[in-house]
Every structure is written in structure tokens, then in C-alpha cells.
Nanobody, 127 residues
Framework: VQLQAYGGGLVQAGGSLRLSCAAS????????LGWFRQTPGREREFVAG????????YYTDSVKGRFTISRENAKNTVYLQMNSLKPEDTAVYYC?????????????????????WGQGTLVTVSS
């Protein structure tokens, strides 16, 4: 599976952005997916995850109520709708896929869980 993330950019605090991640391959619908972010000098941080059907979603506390992860299996695409953006959301955002339809326990949280990664897309939130 190859993943391609896009949709990043510069936005003012309080604004919105929608990130997309398009995947190649016919097995996309059988993979659980996640979004991570990373800033210089820091480890990659879990943002959101979603099961193969979209029936289960997971979020880190700092984005709950502001970000929404969703997927369209027919389009091999996963989205991250980001609302009420804050300067601390500034980061490079990565999408990732797991060769499993769902996550077991809280494994969605850890980068080592994921088998495939896309290149990042930069989100900059100005104050």
C-alpha cells in the first residue's frame, strides 16, 4: 500500500482544514488507518484512528471535539477534518495504515503498530 497525504497549508487560529490521504491497492478497505503529527525535536504523536468500516474512531484528548477522522473505502481515501485549529496544532501530519481491520486494545496509539506510512503534509496555524 502506498499512501499520499495532502491538504495541509497555512490557516489562522480558529480556522479549519481538511487533510486527505489517498491509498493505492485493492486491500485498502481491510486496513485500519491513523493520523499522526510531528514537530521538530519531538516524537511522532497519535492524532486519530479509524477501523476498516469507520465504525470505530479514536482520538487523542487534545483534538477531541475539534477533529474528525473519516474514510471512503470506495475512493481509497481517509480524511481528517480539523476545526477550531490552534497554534499548537502546527505540525507535519502523516497518515498510516495497519494490515488489520481494527485495532486491538490501544495499539492505535503507537507508531510501531502501523505497517505503511505516507509522506507528511505541513499544517501551520498562525495566532
Amino acid at each position: 500500500v502506498q499512501l499520499q497525504a495532502y491538504g495541509g497549508g497555512l490557516v489562522q487560529a480558529g480556522g479549519s482544514l481538511r487533510l486527505s490521504c489517498a491509498a493505492s491497492g485493492r486491500t485498502f478497505s481491510s486496513y485500519a488507518l491513523g493520523w499522526f503529527r510531528q514537530t521538530p525535536g519531538r516524537e511522532r504523536e497519535f492524532v486519530a484512528g479509524i477501523s476498516w468500516s469507520g465504525g470505530r474512531t479514536y482520538y487523542t484528548d487534545s483534538v477531541k471535539g475539534r477533529f474528525t477522522i473519516s474514510r471512503e473505502n470506495a475512493k481509497n481515501t481517509v480524511y481528517l477534518q480539523m476545526n477550531s485549529l490552534k497554534p499548537e496544532d502546527t505540525a507535519v501530519y502523516y497518515c498510516a495504515a495497519v494490515r488489520s481491520p481494527t485495532f486491538y486494545s490501544n495499539t492505535y496509539y503507537y507508531p510501531r503498530t502501523y505497517d505503511y506510512w505516507g509522506q507528511g503534509t505541513l499544517v501551520t496555524v498562525s495566532s
